[in-house]
Nanobody, 125 residues
Framework: QVQLVESGGGLVQAGGSLRLSCAAS????????LGWFRQAPGKEREFVTA????????YYADSVKGRFIISRDNAKNTMFLQMNSLKPEDTAVYYC??????????????????WGQGTQVTVSS
């Protein structure tokens, strides 16, 4: 069974930075896509970024492009999200997610089989 555990959330001022981690276990992830989604109060869960575990191809939502960076450490089965120039509108619960294939519509949350418990990110103005 795949398990995903996020860490690194917290409170930060606008313009600041945070780094989230997602520790993955239970599978060999070579054929997987892992991603980050977020959900703000009263809003739908939305795609933030994703990475192809084997090739390292990355994908970003327009709202975070140029500010957020996704990466992974294959040896440690850990994915990271470096968030820079944070804005109050980035405030949300951030979820790590995994799907057992690459390509396709990586931004669709319905394609992700496994989810972490989420970590809160709050950006104050």
């Amino acid at each position: 069974q795949v398990q995903l555990v996020e860490s690194g959330g917290g409170l930060v001022q606008a313009g600041g930075s945070l780094r989230l981690s997602c520790a993955a276990s239970g599978r060999t992830f070579s054929s997987y896509t892992l991603g980050w989604f977020r959900q703000a109060p009263g809003k739908e869960r939305e795609f933030v970024t994703a990475i192809s575990w084997s090739r390292g191809s990355t994908y970003y939502a327009d709202s975070v492009k140029g500010r957020f960076i996704i990466s992974r450490d294959n040896a440690k089965n850990t994915m990271f999200l470096q968030m820079n120039s944070l804005k109050p509108e980035d405030t949300a619960v951030y979820y790590c997610a995994a799907r057992p294939f690459n390509g396709g519509t990586y931004y669709l949350k319905t394609e992700y089989y496994y989810w972490g418990q989420g970590t809160q990110v709050t950006v104050s103005s």
